[in-house]
């Protein structure tokens, strides 16, 4: 991607809604020309002498090189700095439509606009001040949110309730490293003007650890629980995630071995969003594919988050069974056991002796007997027995819990120097790194790379 230049004057346009047919698309302008280009492709159905900030303008949209109208539209004119980009921005509603859109776009780009870069629009908002880094990124959150738990994690942060956390921690940060140079430039003159490591550990070392602990939430609200269902083949796991679904999501035969790629489908339960991997059937001495198949799922078992492994209380316990079990204890896990309608030919002793206290379901993947207590168990150990969040709870994403991290760790050592007694310059040193970590949050200290990185990920028009 190519990097913004944070000094360029330029005005940009961009289709802002998503291809296809729908009952209304927009296409946004911002910069120094936005009003000046309105003015030459819009006329409003009544006399306008200026258009007035914030309000809506019925009229057609014109191509002045043909004079000809292209479409009705409606058009709003966002004065700066009352706008997204704290630019003057100009919008058009107009029908939808690709063709059309596209139309209407190439008409503004011809009257000196350029075509925004993805994100472009979001980088001019952070550039001018109006969000912050972690702002922008909720960005990406709420148009990707998988939940609505999700959706409010990221509204909440888009309104900045984690920059404000984070300027509370840089506020509370630049107190104690205030506190450390008076001493390095007055030694002895002040007594006592040293900060105390236990203030450092309560106020700034605490806070940050129970943000980083509110990152694993995050995951499952924001990106989803990734579930994998594994077994021996014919153990009734496809059965199981057409159950679970509600829908004939996999193909179900008595014919071993049908699965052999990754089928994968999004599962709400009470609102957690799981990400279902429906994988190939476990079995020795097969094809080349199906062992393929089989190596794909091995590899899906050691990225998931949650393992349903599912066996046939209709056969007995076989060394497969066995071995899978040994693979998945350590992880997130429930034994489901399957075909609960059919007579019982396994030996529950042993599997839970090999379990080793992993829950176990009985279910029937055929009737649906068992199903609501799988869902019980699997939100239980989603949430380890915790409560979901509230609307206002602060989840920072990788990035940000990484930054949190070494800030963490910085605020650490200087709280273990100070109990040491170390000279001042050392910790001050600590407390300024700590305080650069916290920058790089809400952007003050974030690099080009960085920022080319997360202004990457936007569609076009935001």
């Given amino acids: 991607m190519t990097t913004f230049d944070p000094s360029n004057q330029d005005t940009i346009a961009a289709i802002a809604t998503p291809p296809g047919m729908a009952g209304i698309g927009i296409v946004r302008i911002s910069g120094p020309s936005a009003r000046g280009i309105s003015e030459k492709i819009f006329r409003p159905r009544r006399p306008v002498k200026e258009f007035q900030s914030h309000r809506l303008y019925l009229g057609r949209l014109i191509d002045p090189c043909t004079g000809s109208a292209v479409d009705e539209v409606l058009l709003s004119v966002m004065a700066a700095p009352r706008s997204y980009t704290r630019e003057d921005v100009v919008e058009i509603n107009s029908h939808s439509g ?13 009257q000196g606009a350029r075509q925004a870069e ?40 888009v309104t ?33 003007a040293m900060p105390e490591a236990e203030r450092i550990e309560e106020e700034l070392v605490s806070p940050i650890g129970t943000l980083i602990a509110s990152h694993s939430q995050r995951r499952i609200w924001m990106e989803g629980v990734r579930t994998v269902i594994i ?13 679970l679904l509600d829908e004939e999501r996999a193909l179900v035969t008595p014919i071993p071995g049908t699965t052999r790629d ?7 339960i009470d609102g957690i969003p799981l990400r279902l991997m429906d994988t190939a059937g476990f ?16 590899k899906k078992m050691e990225e998931a988050d949650l393992v349903l492994f599912v066996a046939d209380r ?32 396994i030996s529950e002793v042993d599997l839970k002796s090999a379990a080793r206290g992993v829950p176990l379901v009985r279910i029937s993947a055929l009737t649906g007997e068992g199903i609501g207590e799988l869902r019980k168990v699997i939100r239980s150990l989603v949430l380890e027995g915790e409560e979901m969040p509230g609307d206002s709870s602060i989840a920072p994403n990788m990035r940000q819990k990484l930054a949190l991290e070494e800030a963490c760790r910085f ?9 040491n007694g170390m000279p001042p310059e050392i910790v001050a040193v600590d407390l300024s790194e700590g305080l650069s970590a916290l920058g790089e949050i809400t952007g003050e200290t974030a690099t080009e790379e960085i920022l080319d990185r997360i202004f990457g990920q936007f569609c076009l028009g935001k």
């Fill in 118 to 157: 993805p994100g472009e629009f979001t980088y001019r908002a952070f550039m001018n001040g109006r969000i912050d880094l972690s702002q922008a990124e909720s960005v990406i959150d709420l148009i990707r949110a998988p939940s609505e738990k999700g959706l409010r994690l990221a509204a909440g942060q």
């Fill in 98 to 110: 690709y063709l059309l859109l596209s139309q209407v776009l190439q008409i503004i780009l011809r």
């Fill in 160 to 192: 900045g309730r984690f920059r404000t956390e984070v300027d509370n921690l840089r506020r509370r940060a630049v107190d104690f490293l205030a506190r450390v140079e008076v001493c390095i430039d007055y030694p002895g003159e002040e007594p006592g």
């Fill in 314 to 345: 209709s056969r007995p316990l076989h060394e497969d069974d066995l071995e899978i079990i040994g693979s998945v204890l350590g992880k997130k896990a429930v034994l489901v056991l399957n075909k609960t309608d059919l007579l019982s030919k």
């Fill in 262 to 268: 990754i089928i994968e489908s999004t599962l709400y």
């Fill in 411 to 419: 605020f650490t050592r200087s709280a273990e120097n100070l109990r």
């Fill in 283 to 298: 079995r020795r001495g097969k094809g080349a594919l199906e062992r393929m198949g089989m190596d794909l799922a091995r």
């Fill in 231 to 243: 077994g021996r083949v014919n153990a009734g796991k496809s059965s199981l995630l057409n159950r």
